[in-house]
């Protein structure tokens, strides 16, 4: 019997109240009497050498009340990583040189907004103007500017300054691969900088207390932040309270500690004043983090009939002037290459090089869409050209159950194969693929296209904090308090979260309150940043609820005279299955608990941890060790229209099919699908940061264009459930949050090819770049004939 | 040169506070604040109402939207003083206590809100459309809901709640 009322239904946000009466409370609703404002004051060169800081003036301004630098910090690095390879690189204000537009250089506090402006304006530097490098290519080369010259270089072979971090993997053969090849082509794909466009703004509220500092901090896991904080300010991690605040929206840009936190907590430490930080957009969108646009070159080669023999990818990622997250995204294009289809011959290489741009984050999807738009726009070449369908090509490719892979991951219960056949049948891709292109409407400059885009992702990862840990405590009238440091930032944690545990221990949804993300009353938990708060919290609540389950039926067991496997639970009773006369209220089972048992409350304890067999993350060099024990596949769909007199390409209609392993709330799995075809539609069509020199010069959101309710898409999605939740068990689910931004990208490439015969090798897919592509297709045609 | 800050004077004289009083949701309030103030400001610091959200200090992302004599107004682009003796609305209107109103109830079974921070300028957009146009089209809900931003949930899940909140058909689709 698995007969589930709470898991797998399409439950309301636990959270929806306080969201919609202006209740729920963000960091920058904190508010603390004597709070002081910080303001930071950022480089206006690329690349400099700082001769002078001359704080004076500033620190004398009337209502001034702590200036600071790195000469008041310990000096102490910090990093997305830190390994022994790829040690901590970044201190929270710049010493000595600056390496990017906007990077930290000193931090103010005064007793208001104007005033913290004011004093910045005071502060004298002098600088030394140093020669910048923003290609990557170009900072790849002999006599480039070396922006690290104290870095260690991590790849000997190669005498390239810059290089900020190297991937190396592959197996088989790859020349013999080729050269057993039917076809082998090779192409070059781009992508460019986008942001995260999170509506609220990044803000920090400190506040030191003789020995304890209180942060509010928009964030994306109170743990990492707390780890980083405590770090760079040399305090034990006791002394570092980060308070949960909710999150409005992150998508990646708020995981790294930022310099503007750090300052908050200094200057509250020096002023005995709680400091608040608030970035401007402005200051977003020209000083903060945005994603990683990658240089993707990739050889394939093919058998006749389209099983891939041999791959051969080399890319390169401009990570900015920190190492960030670059390294990383190096390592995952590997993994989003070799998840979703098997390819017997592999060579990989991907570079992370330095650049005198902004530092780059974590964006959803951490260079899937990237790798899947190159692979999949390239895999529906290789089809046309050896005649293949596009869905063919692909089932013949992809993974099924039950492999194990080269980094001894196993695909488990896989249903990829189930979603490129469901996204056929739904969309009848194969019948309405070319139709527009063989024979073209004559009475109208519309065209339509079809196309599809696979891809698979991570279910959660080790990396610090590594494992997530929940307690549930019954309260003695049968209710109880969930303590979980999962933090919700939209994606609905703090509603599965209760749904689980409502099911394990059979209670209303109303029976449970929830209190998240604060590092000092909750246990650790690994954050909403490595797609595996579902997996991993879950499941560590699923077993805190069996836990005090446990706990229930042995006390039950004793009153009724009757053994715990005759008891079941039904909505705040425990009932004998062979007397069903026989019953206890949670409430009498509670009583007669402490009553009996040295005043056992009853306290369930659950904890759980990714690849529990495994000791540490797989190597971010060679690829070795294990990645993830949950792959997330999905097949995604993109119907375009474009118009050829003006280029202009529209989304009409996106499916998502999709194998979540099980759907804990299959509305908030919808909620996260239409997202993230929103987001890739913005990618595809909209959005760009634009540089010049280093310099952001589109600083607002008149001029970034996100997509506005007249950019929608018609977003439809189907479920392959490839896995089951049964009371008592672990159960697996598969990502759902961040993947689904990258197969429909390679889709809407791959349906304006359809709909125009033009092959775009870089996004964003704009209406010039179109028009031009039609252009040199007339041209050719015209040559032709 | 000096530094221009609140204390500075010009031709003598400090920049001069002024008393208003101003309506928020029925309740007035006198609050003392400089003529550079944003009506946003005055909600948030002044009266001390969080539910209006900051994302962009400058009118182009919609989360600070609240309703001036019915209007939906941008009010970190509005001053504090031009809003004296007008009637202004905020999301804590909405609702009578703990009972939700029927638009808010609709964004929860449409899964409208999620990260929650473009929610409250949404809803007064909203409430302001169906208080002139009790059944408006989708066109109707695209034009009087352009000026505000969503980043998570693709704006599918926002029109069908005001759909539902003026009962054309839509139903709940949570539970």
Redesign the interface.
């Known amino acids: 019997m698995n007969h589930l009322r709470h898991v797998g239904k399409s439950v309301k946000r636990k959270d929806g109240p306080d969201k919609v009466t202006g209740r729920a409370m963000y960091c920058q609703d904190v508010k603390l009497p004597g709070m002081l404002t910080g303001r930071i004051l950022r480089s206006p060169h690329p690349h400099a050498k700082i001769v002078s800081i001359d704080l004076g003036k500033a620190k004398a301004l009337d209502g001034v009340k702590g200036v600071i630098t790195v000469e008041d910090t310990k000096g102490i690095k910090h990093g997305f990583v830190e390994t022994p390879r790829y040690p901590a690189d970044q201190e929270v204000l710049a010493r000595d040189r600056v390496v990017h537009v906007g990077e930290e250089i000193a931090a103010v506090a005064a007793i208001d907004e104007v005033t913290a402006q004011a004093a910045l304006e005071l502060i004298e530097i002098e600088y030394e103007i140093l020669p910048p490098v923003f290609d990557p290519h170009k900072a790849m080369r002999e006599g480039a500017p070396e922006i690290h010259p104290s870095h260690p270089k991590v790849a000997e072979k190669e005498s390239y300054a810059n290089i900020g971090g190297k991937t190396e993997s592959g197996w088989g053969d790859v020349e013999q691969g080729f050269a057993d090849s039917y076809y082998v082509r090779e192409d070059r794909y781009e992508s460019h900088l986008r942001t995260h466009g999170y509506l609220e703004p990044q803000v920090t509220v400190a506040q030191w207390e003789s020995d304890k500092l209180n942060v509010w901090t928009s964030s994306m896991g109170a743990f990492n932040k707390r780890a980083k904080l405590a770090k760079v300010l040399d305090l034990p991690y006791s002394s570092v309270r980060v308070h949960k605040a909710y999150v409005g929206g992150a998508f990646g840009g708020k995981v790294d500690l930022y310099s503007h936190e750090y300052c908050a907590a200094r200057l509250s430490m020096l002023t005995g004043r709680p400091v608040r930080f608030v970035a401007s957009r402005e200051e977003i969108f020209s000083a903060y983090r945005h994603g990683q646009p990658l240089v993707v070159e990739i050889k394939t080669g093919v058998k006749k009939d389209g099983t891939l023999v041999a791959q051969e990818l080399r890319i390169i990622n401009n990570s900015g002037a920190y190492r960030g997250s670059g390294v990383v995204v190096v390592f995952l294009a590997w993994g989003f290459t070799m998840a979703p289809y098997r390819v017997p011959n592999l060579k990989y290489e991907g570079y992370s090089v330095y650049t005198n741009y902004t530092v780059r984050a974590p964006q959803r999807g951490h260079g899937c869409p990237q790798v899947r738009f190159a692979i999949e726009s390239q895999l529906d070449t290789i089809a046309e050209e050896i005649g293949v369908n596009p869905i063919d090509i692909r089932l013949r490719n992809a993974r099924v159950a039950d492999e194990e892979l080269p980094n001894k991951d196993n695909t488990h219960e896989a249903g990829l194969q189930d979603c490129i056949k469901i996204a056929a049948e739904k969309t009848d891709l194969v019948a309405k693929y070319g139709r527009d292109r063989k024979s073209p409407p004559k009475d109208s400059s519309i065209r339509h296209g079809i196309g599809i885009g696979i891809s698979a992702y991570m279910s959660g990862t080790l990396i610090y904090p590594n494992g997530s840990g929940v307690i549930i405590k019954m309260n003695d009238d049968g209710s109880a308090v969930v303590l979980t440091g999962a933090i919700d930032l939209g994606q609905g944690a703090e509603t599965i979260i209760t749904q689980i545990v409502a099911e394990e221990l059979s209670l209303e949804m109303d029976d449970i309150k929830i209190v998240s993300s604060d590092t000092d009353t909750t246990p650790q938990d690994i954050g909403a940043w490595i797609s595996g708060l579902t997996y991993v919290t879950g499941n560590a609540a699923r077993q805190a609820a069996t836990n005090a389950r446990v706990k229930l039926l042995g006390v039950a067991a004793e009153q009724m005279n009757v053994t715990a496997d005759d008891l079941y639970l039904d909505n705040k009773e425990i009932i004998s299955q062979s007397n069903p006369d026989n019953r206890l209220s949670y409430q009498q089972v509670i009583a007669a608990s402490v009553a009996n048992h040295h005043g056992d409350t009853v306290i369930g304890e659950g904890f759980w941890r990714t690849m529990r067999d495994e000791p540490n993350h797989p190597s971010l060099a060679t690829t070795k060790g294990r990645w993830t024990e949950n792959y997330a596949y999905s097949a995604q769909t993109a119907e375009v229209e474009v118009d050829l007199d003006t280029g202009e390409a529209k989304l009409v209609k996106a499916l998502t099919v999709h194998d979540c392993g099980f759907p804990i709330n299959p509305g908030l799995v919808k909620g996260q699908i239409d997202g993230q075809v929103s987001m890739a539609l913005g990618h595809a069509f909209m959005e760009e940061i634009l540089t010049k020199d280093g310099y952001t010069l589109n600083t607002s959101w008149l001029d970034y264009r996100m997509p506005t309710i007249h950019n929608m898409a018609e977003s439809e999605d189907a479920d392959v459930i490839t896995e089951q939740y049964e009371v008592g068990q672990s159960y697996r689910t598969k990502e759902v949050g961040e993947g689904l931004v990258s197969g429909i990208l390679a889709a809407i490439a791959n349906a304006i090819y359809d709909a125009t015969g033009v092959r775009l090798h870089s996004t964003p897919f704009s209406p010039e770049k179109i028009l031009k592509g039609l252009r040199e297709l007339e041209r050719q045609q015209k040559a032709a004939e | 040169m000096d ?5 500075t004077t010009v031709n003598g004289k400090k920049s001069r506070s002024r008393v208003l009083e101003m309506s928020i949701n029925g309740e007035t309030h006198e609050i003392t604040v400089k003529p550079r103030v944003m009506l946003l400001e005055a909600i ?2 002044k009266i ?11 009118g ?2 919609g ?1 600070c939207t609240v309703l001036v004599d019915g209007q939906p107004t941008l009010s970190c682009i509005s001053l504090a003083v031009e809003n004296e003796g007008k009637d202004i609305r ?3 209107d ?2 009578d206590g ?1 009972n ?1 109103n029927f638009l ?1 109830e609709a ?3 449409q ?1 409208g ?8 300028g949404m ?1 007064m957009s909203a409430t302001a459309l169906l208080e002139k146009n009790p059944k408006p089209t989708r066109d109707d ?2 034009k009087a ?2 000026g ?12 069908d709640s005001i759909l539902q909140a003026s009962d054309q058909g839509v139903k709940p ?3």
């Open positions: 530094q221009i800050t609140d204390r948030r610091d001390g109402l969080t539910g209006t959200k900051d994302g962009c200090e400058s182009t992302c989360a905020t999301v804590e909405l609702a703990d939700l808010q964004f929860l079974d899964g809100t999620q990260c929650g921070f473009c929610t409250p809803l809900i695209n809901l352009e505000n931003l969503c980043r998570c949930t693709g704006y599918n899940s926002i029109v689709r949570l539970l």
